[in-house]
């Protein structure tokens, strides 16, 4: 079984779009992941940080839909939010030092902590940092 971490690009292109309606590769791709069964992974830095830019740039009715879409994922177990801890905090700010020419999000440290943890395939977004750290980017 393939593990997929869902970075904070992937789920605003899954719900919204500065150019009007989301385009069909954020939905797409989430849909084939859903039907090939991959294990996909997120953590609740990252529910924070889309949470909040999708209330800032698209409003409170995309922040709660975002809201009603990891609660549903997570009670059907197709989506598995990885909590913060200790030592997940300590992991992140070890890659944020590691990284110190890239300019990473608390978020985007957090998820290269869990998609190593969780020896994650790939990772579902859009931000390239990731292929600096040796991940796999999808769409």
């Known amino acids: 079984m393939r593990t997929v971490h869902v970075d904070t690009g992937a789920f605003i292109a899954l719900l919204w779009s500065r150019e009007g309606p989301p385009g069909p590769s954020g939905g797409a791709r989430y849909g084939q992941l859903k039907e090939e069964r991959a ?5 609740d830095p990252v529910i924070a940080e889309t949470a909040t830019r999708l209330r800032y740039d698209a409003g409170l009715d995309a922040a709660r839909t ?12 197709t989506l598995v939010v ?8 300590l992991r ?3 890659i944020m030092t590691r990284y110190d020419g890239l300019a990473l999000s608390y978020a985007d440290c957090v ?5 190593t943890e969780t ?11 990731f292929r600096v750290m040796g ?4 769409p």
Do not use: K, P
């Open 92 to 94: 992140a700010f070890a």
């Open 119 to 129: 020896w994650a395939d790939a990772v579902l977004g859009l931000n390239h940092d």
């Open 135 to 138: 991940f796999t980017l999808e």
């Open 111 to 115: 998820g290269a902590a869990v998609a």
């Open 82 to 89: 990885r909590e913060s801890d200790d030592d997940l905090r």
């Open 39 to 43: 294990r996909l992974v997120t953590s």
């Open 66 to 77: 975002f809201g009603a879409v990891i609660r549903d994922a997570a009670a059907a177990g």
